[in-house]
């Protein structure tokens, strides 16, 4: 069973940054389109920002200017870097891999914005 494996959540301050990582096999990570979601409390989930086999990137308008999406071919890893983190980014991230009607998700890791 292919496996998505997340990690970098945790507790922020309000206007403190994150790193959150998304680790996938090699053959997800040549081929899938990549990308993170997240979900908050009675909420539905929603894209944050994904990313192409070849880095073509897609972000939310929400988000635009804070988090940014990069793809590490070394460690085949996915990252999403978010800055300036506000109450509301406050979710289970999800890491997610795609291709056509093929779908992986991760586990989630909690991101929580505190101070």
């Known amino acids: 069973q292919e496996e998505l494996v997340e990690s970098g959540g945790g507790v922020v301050q309000p206007g403190g940054s994150l790193r959150l990582s998304c680790a996938a096999p090699e053959n997800i990570f040549k081929a899938y389109v990549m990308g993170w979601y997240r979900q908050a409390p009675g909420k539905e989930r929603e894209l944050v920002a994904q990313?192409?086999?070849?880095?073509?990137?897609k972000s939310d308008d929400s988000v635009e200017g804070r988090f940014a999406i990069s793809r590490d071919n070394t460690n085949r890893t996915v990252n999403l870097e978010i800055n300036d983190l506000k109450p509301d980014d406050a979710a289970v991230y999800y890491c997610?891999?795609?291709?056509?009607?093929?779908?992986?998700w991760g586990q989630g890791t909690q991101v929580t914005v505190s101070s």
């Open positions: 997610n891999a795609r291709l056509f009607s093929l779908v992986v």
């Open positions: 990313i192409s086999p070849l880095g073509r990137v």
